[in-house]
């Protein structure tokens, strides 16, 4: 079997921890019931592991009530969830020129049902540029939604700032953490968020299609739920429940995945988020220095975003200025068998701010689990392939 470096962790950590593949598998083989339904031990059990999973979460971001914590899919469904239940037609809300798409095409779908869109102006670095949000509020301004990271570059935005803004001029901020949770620091509190969306899968560790989202509690009257369900409650009647947090969380939830996303949590305590920053970010220094040594005038690579590992994440982003980037990210995975993702990274918006549309880009990004020895690896192929 060929030898594999895996540098794909902005799209999904892996692998995951042993303890949570191990957990998933209990669940399947030695649990199996849902919560809220069943009136005997092993539900009761399982509702125990749910309750104490919303119990971490709150506490490692900083929120209110653990039942303000609402499981989903994933920081897509979250964003659709938040965005779609508070903006009404007539609204204004400004978005950086950073975002994915799990906040852009909610955004433009609401904006076709006469929501008013404005992006804030971020530099050739993908930082944004604080100093124009003043002149960017009107009376009908409701919200600034922005990422805390760009999945393209690893940027990160000045949250604390601008969580500062909304609160000084009434206004919600909504903060997609999808590509910080679990690796940089995100308290609701200080921080001044009203509503936080992250996925799982990320740096949480935890497996695909679980991730959610946490509101303050001025914020839970004004959101209406986008679904709507069955929640094993009050179900002699057929209207939404009020309270949280069934209110937002109808149908059977993904079980598998929160009792995976439970030994996530308990193996990020023992292993610290401090230390997983730190060795992403050594590497990510390790890479960027050794882009600049094998290619010292930029001649043939350009480093997309900040040249640095200030103010960012284990992200790096590249173009081959005189090869297709497809065809070196294929041949990074057929000749070395090293996984990058190539293209648009579901982000046109950050490519447009960082010049890099419509062709993107080759994203490198590190994990708990890489080595500096991948990392040399991956700049000795890159090397041989642009015959530098």
């Keep these: 079997m060929k030898r594999t470096i895996y540098l794909d962790n902005a799209s999904t950590t892996f692998p995951k921890p042993r303890e949570v593949a191990d957990a998933v598998y209990e669940y399947m083989t030695q649990m199996g019931s849902n919560i809220n339904r069943g009136c005997y031990d092993r539900a009761y059990r399982l509702e125990e592991v749910v309750l104490e999973t919303r119990e971490m979460l709150c506490e490692m971001f900083g929120g209110p009530d653990c039942r303000n914590m609402i499981f989903t899919k994933n920081v897509t469904e979250s964003l659709n969830v938040i965005l779609k239940g508070f903006l009404k037609p007539g609204d204004h809300v400004l978005v950086s020129s ?39 509020i009107k009376e009908n301004t409701k919200a600034i939604v922005m990422m805390h990271a760009s999945n393209v570059c690893g940027t990160m935005m000045p949250i604390q700032k601008v969580g500062a803004f909304c609160r000084d001029h009434g206004l919600k901020f909504i903060v997609d ?14 921080m001044y968020i009203d509503a936080l969306a992250f996925t799982g899968h990320k740096g949480l560790m935890a497996p695909q299609g679980i991730g959610g989202f946490i509101l303050q509690d001025e914020m839970v009257p004004l959101l209406e739920p986008l679904l709507s369900g069955g929640t094993g409650s009050i179900s002699h009647t057929e209207e939404v429940p009020e309270f949280m947090p069934d209110r937002f969380e109808p149908g059977t939830m993904n079980l598998p995945g929160i009792v995976g996303l439970h030994a996530a949590l308990l193996w990020m305590q023992h292993t610290g988020t401090e230390n997983i920053k730190e060795h992403e970010l050594a590497l990510t220094a390790r890479f960027l220095e050794g882009l600049r040594r094998i290619d010292a005038e930029g001649e043939n690579i350009r480093i997309v975003g900040r040249p640095d590992i200030q103010n960012r994440t284990g992200v790096v982003s590249i173009q081959t200025l005189h090869e297709d980037i497809s065809e070196v990210a294929y041949r990074l995975d057929a000749e070395y068998g090293i996984m990058t993702r190539v293209g648009l990274h579901c982000a046109p918006s950050a490519h447009r701010t960082l010049g890099t549309y419509p062709t993107g880009t080759i994203r490198f990004s590190f994990g708990w689990w890489n080595s500096s020895q991948e990392v040399e690896t991956a700049l000795k192929a890159l090397k041989i392939i642009l015959e530098m």
């Design 177 to 190: 953490a999808a590509q910080t949770a679990g690796v940089c620091d995100v308290h609701m509190k200080e």
């Design 98 to 136: 950073m975002e994915h798409n799990a906040v852009m095409r909610p955004l433009v779908q609401l904006q076709k049902q006469g929501v008013e869109i404005d992006r804030i102006l971020c530099n050739e670095y993908g930082e944004l540029c604080v100093e124009v949000l003043p002149g960017l």
